[in-house]
């Protein structure tokens, strides 16, 4: 099974690396940044820069497709390099995922009319402007479509894909292998839970 | 407050990226990876390459260091220039931390005789050999020395860092920020859960 997961300046660097190293470890699969060209991109905080080792153009017809998100989203939305390649793509895949502000792209490609999507909270109403459902939920199954909420969630979304691309012992199997039981010290990881005030201080810190 | 993660060949992508992610987004926080020579360093899966911004010698004295593990630990356990460097810079450190089997090399750098740390469940028993009380638990704080157990605790362990260097609020408005409510599909993240049989299956894919 062949993933790309396409690179734009000012992705979020855990919406990337978070479905890769789960899809990279499952048995079969091999993993490819992809860019509009081949060579490095930057992350929205400036200080990790991921290699593309592909064009868009060297990778037309993947099995999955990995669109992460980032504060560089709302950039590229009008990006014909990325978001056509996005919808040309997807024609071939057996999958088309997002991470946080990603569903946005896919959104922007066309492919989410009628969906039901989700992304991170801070857009999440901002994805009817597509003509998706917006779902307040951590992994998001719409047929072949799948998208997740922010950030951290790639790793929930990559898992869920795993047990149905290929099965669920694989999936439980690269879960022990990452160890990912996860204890969060604190329980603020959603607008559910997350103490009063808090959702001001967090959306300072991503806009 | 300035952190540096140090890279090597066949580190393990999530391990760097889990706590980057986190320390890049709180306020005030720099994240800096760095390498032998400054330049492209490769994961474990062959197919991620992140770029060190700075040498070793470039960075001598961080706030913060995070030591990422990777199937290529054990091939730099001898390796003077980064566990020299290691052993310095925690001369000088705030706090001096590791993921998954990068406390191997906190144990290689003679920083854990006596200290209660941990790694990843497959060499746990490992981690002694340094003289370290291995303790089979997420996120194990020994004074200024914080160590987290397999991959994805990297996430856990920043947040926890976090909570510490700066202040509880800061920590739980990143993990807002990441959305982290982390929900696995499974529970077989840790051996404690996994199925009967599914260790051998995880082991296979890491080794």
Redesign the interface.
Same mark, same amino acid.
């Given at each position: 099974m062949h993933a790309v997961i396409p690179l734009y300046p000012r992705f979020?660097?855990?919406d990337a690396?978070?479905p890769?190293?789960v899809l990279?470890?499952?048995?079969g699969w +091999?993993? +490819?940044?992809a860019a509009a060209q081949a060579g490095?991109v930057t992350d929205d905080?400036g200080? @990790?820069?991921?290699?593309a +080792?592909a064009s868009f153009a060297d990778v037309p017809a993947p099995d999955v497709i990995v669109v992460p998100g980032g504060l560089g989203t709302l950039d590229v939305m009008e990006d014909e390099a990325l978001v056509g390649w996005i919808r040309r793509a997807h024609e071939h895949t057996r999958w088309t995922t997002s991470v946080?502000s990603g569903s946005l792209l896919l959104g922007a490609a066309g492919l989410l009319a009628g969906a039901k999507a989700t992304t991170?909270?801070a857009v999440l109403d901002f994805l009817a402007n597509s003509g998706a459902v917006p779902v307040s939920e951590?992994?998001v199954e719409h047929g072949k479509i799948v998208t997740a909420?922010?950030?951290?969630?790639g790793?929930?979304m990559a #898992? +869920?894909l795993l047990?149905r691309a290929a099965d669920?012992?694989t /999936?439980?199997?690269?879960? #022990?292998?990452?160890?990912?039981?996860?204890?969060?010290?604190?329980t603020?990881?959603? *607008?559910k839970?997350?103490?009063e005030g *808090? /959702?001001e201080?967090? @959306?300072? @810190?991503?806009t």
């Amino acid at each position: 099974m062949h993933a790309v997961i396409p690179l734009y300046p000012r992705f979020t660097a855990l919406d990337a690396v978070g479905p890769y190293t789960v899809l990279a470890f499952a048995p079969g699969w +091999t993993v +490819t940044f992809a860019a509009a060209q081949a060579g490095p991109v930057t992350d929205d905080r400036g200080s @990790l820069t991921l290699a593309a +080792t592909a064009s868009f153009a060297d990778v037309p017809a993947p099995d999955v497709i990995v669109v992460p998100g980032g504060l560089g989203t709302l950039d590229v939305m009008e990006d014909e390099a990325l978001v056509g390649w996005i919808r040309r793509a997807h024609e071939h895949t057996r999958w088309t995922t997002s991470v946080c502000s990603g569903s946005l792209l896919l959104g922007a490609a066309g492919l989410l009319a009628g969906a039901k999507a989700t992304t991170h909270w801070a857009v999440l109403d901002f994805l009817a402007n597509s003509g998706a459902v917006p779902v307040s939920e951590r992994v998001v199954e719409h047929g072949k479509i799948v998208t997740a909420a922010g950030v951290s969630a790639g790793i929930d979304m990559a #898992l +869920t894909l795993l047990a149905r691309a290929a099965d669920p012992v694989t /999936a439980q199997s690269v879960q #022990l292998a990452i160890e990912y039981d996860p204890q969060p010290p604190f329980t603020s990881g959603s *607008l559910k839970t997350a103490p009063e005030g *808090l /959702a001001e201080r967090a @959306l300072a @810190l991503i806009t």
